[in-house]
């Protein structure tokens, strides 16, 4: 994705996110590629992260997950309840469920 799109992009997903237009949103970022919505959500406004994350289709959701840094990752891991971490996992092929697993911090395995 350009630079130049990437920008717009991120302004409307915030456009939407603040006029709470979930509807829209999800069918913009039902267009996007899971490296792009996770280099979009390095950028989203910590508190908005859970509940956009929560409007992508499961499957979209896992491999957006893989892409997302550590950091982020642990971040919406302790957004989580057990049941979407499960779904999440659940996703994932093998040796990325076991590469994240191995990374959690033992309060959250």
Partial sequence: MTEKKSVNLKKTVLTLI???????????????QPVDIAALFSELPEKSQPPVFRLLPKDVAAETFVEMDSDLQHHLIQSFSDTELQEVISELYIDDAADLVEEMPANVV
């Fill in 18 to 32: 603040q006029g709470k237009k979930y509807k829209q949103l999800k069918e913009v970022l039902s267009t996007m």
